[in-house]
């Protein structure tokens, strides 16, 4: 098997990229540090008809950004606790021991799965 310990510093490292980006474009919600919300810039009544429809675009961007975002940053944190408890790289839909390949695991270290439980 590939070098775990390398597996687990990629990501890490994308694990504190993803919340750099997340917190860029969103904030926590309550106390759960692991989900977002859009901040989203308030539109004066008086503005431009354009700028608040630009602002609206601009928050529905960023609401699919911070939902691919939430999703790939829970992917990850997902394989990190896989590594922590000595699950990683075993396939989590085929219920036994088959390892996920390799070539899959360096390609994305967060895989979940096989090539055969691909998922689609």
Do not use: F
Not at 13 to 31: A, D, F, M, P, R
């Amino acid at each position: 098997m590939t070098n775990i310990n390398i597996l687990k510093k990629r990501l890490e490292e994308e694990s504190e990229e993803l919340k750099q980006q997340l917190n860029t474009i969103s904030q926590h919600i309550g106390t759960n540090p692991d989900k977002w919300e859009v901040v989203s810039k308030s539109v004066e009544p008086e503005s431009e008809k354009e700028d608040a429809a630009a602002t609206l675009e601009e928050y529905d961007k960023n609401v699919a950004l911070v939902n691919d975002l939430q999703i790939r940053y829970q992917k990850v944190i997902d394989a990190i606790e896989r590594i922590n408890n000595n699950t990683y790289g075993i396939c989590t839909i085929s219920g036994t021991q088959h390892s996920i390949e390799d070539e899959r695991l360096i390609a994305d270290p967060a895989a979940r799965t096989c090539e055969s439980h691909e998922e689609k």
